[in-house]
């Protein structure tokens, strides 16, 4: 299994950006996929997750209300969608599929 994670740049405060995590090999439908971020001198941390068939999802309290997350089955992607971006979200971004497989991260910046 691979995961390809894409959709990262530069943005302003307030902005959103879409991150993809393109997978492939496996079952895709059989995973559950999360998103992961860590930023420069922190450690890594759960961002978002969403159940196999969608129909569940979670996210952390400190981005709750301003990003939301999707799958799609056949295309094997899972979406982070992410509004009003802050500074403080900048990090690189990881996904992961199922329990250990993890796809190379894409890095958001967020300037104020």
């Known amino acids: 299994v691979q995961l390809q994670a894409s959709g990262g740049g530069l943005v302003q405060a307030g902005d959103s950006l879409r991150l993809s995590c393109a997978v492939s090999g496996g079952t895709f439908s059989s995973y559950s996929v999360g998103w992961f971020r860590q930023a420069p001198g922190k450690e890594r941390e759960f961002v978002s997750a969403?159940?196999?068939?969608?129909?569940?999802?979670d996210f952390a309290d400190s981005v709750k209300g301003r990003f939301t997350i999707s799958r799609d089955n056949a295309r094997r992607t899972v979406f982070l969608h992410m509004n009003s971006l802050k500074p403080e979200d900048t990090a690189v971004y990881y996904c992961?599929?199922?329990?250990?497989?993890w796809g190379k991260g894409t890095l958001v910046t967020v300037s104020s």
């Open positions: 992961k599929a199922g329990l250990n497989f």
């Open positions: 969403i159940s196999r068939s969608g129909g569940s999802t």
